[in-house]
């Protein structure tokens, strides 16, 4: 694996989740992580592929550790 996975944690952990809940917080974390994962995969020479299951799995764990005060972007646009 090449040296993407600090640059990818990150940018997650800074994109981390949107919501109060765990549930909310863990899926918008995936879906935000997995674009970051697809941008970063996309300039360092990773496949894409590869990026967005890094961001995803990053940024769904990202979500579901936090809490909304430690990071929170707003209520999920499904909500």
């Not at 989740?17 to 995969?41: F, K």
């Not at 707003?74 to 909500?79: E, K, Q, T």
């Given at each position: 694996?090449?040296?993407?996975?600090?640059?990818?944690?990150?940018?997650?952990?800074?994109?981390?989740?949107?919501?109060?809940?765990?549930?909310?917080?863990?899926?918008?974390?995936?879906?935000?992580?997995?674009?970051?994962?697809?941008?970063?995969?996309?300039?360092?020479?990773?496949?894409?592929?590869?990026?967005?299951?890094?961001?995803?799995?990053?940024?769904?764990?990202?979500?579901?550790?936090?809490?909304?005060?430690?990071v929170?972007l707003?209520?999920?646009?499904?909500?």
């Open positions: 694996m090449k040296p993407i996975t600090p640059l990818l944690l990150a940018a997650t952990l800074l994109l981390a989740a949107c919501g109060n809940t765990t549930g909310d917080r863990a899926l918008s974390g995936a879906a935000i992580g997995t674009g970051a994962g697809l941008a970063v995969g996309a300039v360092t020479g990773a496949t894409l592929l590869q990026g967005a299951v890094v961001g995803g799995a990053l940024g769904a764990a990202a979500g579901a550790l936090t809490n909304s005060d430690q929170n707003g209520r999920p646009a499904w909500r």
